[in-house]
């Protein structure tokens, strides 16, 4: 049976790792795409193969640069003769202040999560539709909705479009193209771990399971969108919180 290949943006650690490493134990082909972690990347590579005996590609590329995508998109067909699914999880935080906000700040912040996906999910769903086929998952914030704080405005800007333009390329993609998103709550990757205690544990209580996720907990979720299973859900925005009110 010929293995599906799944590209993910900022796959090199945190929720992208966690989300590589289960497809790869579901017996997809994996492409990790990272920007500076290239260390990181080559060892998850390592990891998987060795885990799992499947192929693994690791490519360097700016999703926020149009070049490196249409690049890195051309690089996965040649190597692995196709791309079935992507998941949009390349994401950055610049956390400040408003007033010490600058425009260069928002701008990055933007250009990355939410231009990003625009240019991955432009080309690859080309790509798509001229193959009749295949599965994007976006992977957004509840911060897109409503746990917004005014020191992540542009982080939570850039989720709330990433929720508008995965209504949209579910409708553009139409009928032979999936689109969906997972708006995440807290999730224990490193950066969230390295926050103040205090900050932590008042944000917990905010949760009804009073914890914060497992990056493996957002990664199931995926691999469920990505299934056979979850064949007839589309254009839909999946909160996984743990309860958040």
Not at 123 to 145: H, L, P, R
Not at 156 to 174: C, Q, V
Not at 179 to 200: D, F, H
């Amino acid at each position: 049976m010929e293995r599906k290949v799944v590209l993910i943006t900022g796959a090199s650690r945190g929720i992208g790792a966690a989300i590589a490493e289960k497809m790869a134990s579901l017996n997809y082909q994996i492409v990790i795409n990272y920007l500076q972690s290239e260390q990181q990347a080559k060892e998850l590579k390592k990891k998987l193969e060795e885990k799992y005996s499947i192929q693994v590609l690791t490519i360097c590329a700016d999703v926020s640069k149009e070049e490196d995508v249409k690049r890195m998109i051309q690089t996965v067909i040649q190597e692995f003769g196709s791309i079935d699914c992507l998941v949009n999880n390349a994401g950055i935080a610049i956390d400040n202040y408003f007033e010490e906000k600058t425009q260069d700040e928002f701008k990055k912040v933007l250009d990355t999560n939410l231009v990003g996906a625009f240019l991955m999910s432009k080309y690859v769903g080309q790509y798509f539709k001229k193959m009749s086929k295949g599965n994007i998952v976006n992977i957004t914030s509840t911060n897109g909705i409503d746990t917004n704080e005014i020191f992540s405005m542009d982080y939570d800007a850039s989720k709330a479009g990433l929720i508008s333009l995965t209504h949209n390329f579910a409708k553009a993609l139409a009928p032979c193209v999936r689109v969906n998103a997972i708006a995440s709550g807290w999730v224990r990757t490193q950066p969230v771990l390295e926050m103040n205690p205090n900050y932590i544990k008042e944000e917990q209580e905010k949760i009804l399971l009073k914890r914060f996720a497992e990056p493996e907990e957002i990664a199931n979720v995926v691999a469920f969108l990505m299934s056979e299973e979850a064949s007839y859900i589309n254009n839909a925005i999946i909160r996984v919180d743990g309860g958040t009110f």
